[in-house]
Nanobody
């Protein structure tokens, strides 16, 4: 289960920090990321981070947003600076899990958080 928090309303140029904590079965969490979705549009990748810390950003946010994670807390963060009105969207966290269960079976899962609204006014 992924629980996202930190959304809100800010003026253009402001900052917000999103957090997403994984709970319950957290075995084998690998890549974690943030996506966003405007009404009527497809969900798009904002940023992702591997378990080793390698990051990837959408061109539209590179240089303004920073993704990070605390593996001990199974938590991923998204620091958003210099926010623009076009950053307004519902932001969703995502996580991949890959592990061997107790019966020796290979398990691959993908989970989504509930979404948190970010509104940037001009």
């Amino acid at each position: 289960q992924l629980q996202a928090s930190g959304g809100g309303s800010v003026q253009a140029g402001g900052s917000l920090r999103l957090s997403c904590a994984a709970s319950g079965n957290t075995r084998g969490i690998r890549a974690m990321g943030w996506y966003r979705q405007d009404p009527g549009k497809q969900r798009e990748l904002v940023a992702s981070i591997s378990s080793g810390g390698s990051t990837n950003y959408a061109d539209s946010v590179r240089g303004r947003f920073t993704i990070s994670r605390d593996n001990a807390k199974n938590t991923v963060y998204l620091q958003m600076n210099s926010l623009k009105p076009e950053d307004t969207a519902v932001y969703y966290c995502n996580a991949d899990q890959v592990y061997m269960d107790d019966s020796g079976s290979f398990v691959a899962l993908n989970a989504w958080g509930q979404g948190t609204l970010v509104t940037v006014s001009s």
